[in-house]
């Protein structure tokens, strides 16, 4: 938010969970106050890089899934500092009239969002600054009215961001988000657990928290919490890594991807969060 001044408080003291993810992802747009809780937090998860990547890529998979079903609108709520390929990317590579609406509530973000999140000519892409911890405000916007219409699906994309809302109000929140969209519509989701790796996840909540950063890592069944009245995709919830359309990955040497060792071979690949996509019925 801007003062009487029209300036906007950055926060560069207080680490934020956008700045801190991307910093992990490679990014720049990011202070001491973050690097230093990152560095933590990589004490705890050695790979915790890989982890970021693991999130990113599940997202370009599952919005490019949704879009081949025919899904046209997005809503992408934490939608953090803009990294190629942004979300709006992926989903007008498969339909150029996708339209997109980001969210979320770091003001570097929202910088970045009206320089960097433009679309093509024949879709949109909009931003409103506003907490998932508000679902009426998000709903309420004006531009979330002028670019999504509700009586078509949409998808609502919520990637490593459920676990920083602790507690039983967090299903509320998105139980409020699912409510008005229609029947075809699909949430996106990755979530932090510690059922895979419970000592390494654990020090990973430690460290945000140590950091001034809430987080909750559920287990399978608080996940699947979230998509109790929703139709499940295959795979269904699974390690973030393993979650591809039907459960099948593709041939890495026909999809022309290049597998890259790990820094440290002792270290075991990251297995810290589930993925899922669920569709309304």
Not at 53 to 59: G, H, W
């Amino acid at each position: 938010m801007a003062d009487e001044n029209g300036m906007v408080d950055l926060k560069q003291g207080q680490a934020h969970s956008a700045r801190i993810y991307d910093y992990f992802l490679g990014g720049k747009d990011n202070y001491d106050a973050d690097r230093v809780a990152a560095e933590q937090i990589e004490q705890a998860i050695p790979n915790v890089r890989m982890v970021a990547r693991e999130n990113r890529d599940f997202m370009n998979r599952a919005v490019r899934y949704v879009g081949e079903q025919g899904v046209r609108q997005f809503i992408d709520i934490g939608t953090g500092i803009p990294t190629a390929p942004n979300l709006h990317q992926v989903a007008q590579e498969t339909a150029r009239d996708a339209r997109v609406v980001y969210v979320d509530n770091d003001p570097i973000v929202l910088a970045h969002a009206r320089a960097l999140l433009v679309g093509t000519p024949e879709g949109r892409t909009e931003y409103i600054e506003a907490d998932v911890t508000e679902p009426a405000k998000i709903l309420a916007a004006p531009r979330l009215a002028e670019t999504i219409d509700f009586t078509q699906p949409v998808a609502l994309s919520l990637i490593a961001l459920c676990h920083f809302i602790p507690g039983e109000q967090i299903y509320r929140i998105i139980e409020a988000l699912l409510e008005p969209l229609a029947p075809g519509s699909f949430l996106v989701m990755t979530h932090l657990t510690a059922d895979l790796d419970p000592e390494t996840v654990q020090g990973t909540v430690n460290a945000y928290q140590h950091s001034g950063i809430a987080m909750e890592a559920r287990t399978y069944d608080g996940v699947a919490r979230f998509f109790a009245d929703l139709q499940l995709i295959e795979p269904g919830i699974v390690p973030i890594g393993r979650w591809y359309p039907d459960g099948k990955e593709p041939d890495p040497i026909a999809a022309g991807v290049v597998a890259l060792p790990l820094a440290d071979p002792a270290v075991k690949p990251p297995a810290a969060g589930y993925a899922a996509v669920g569709r309304k019925t």
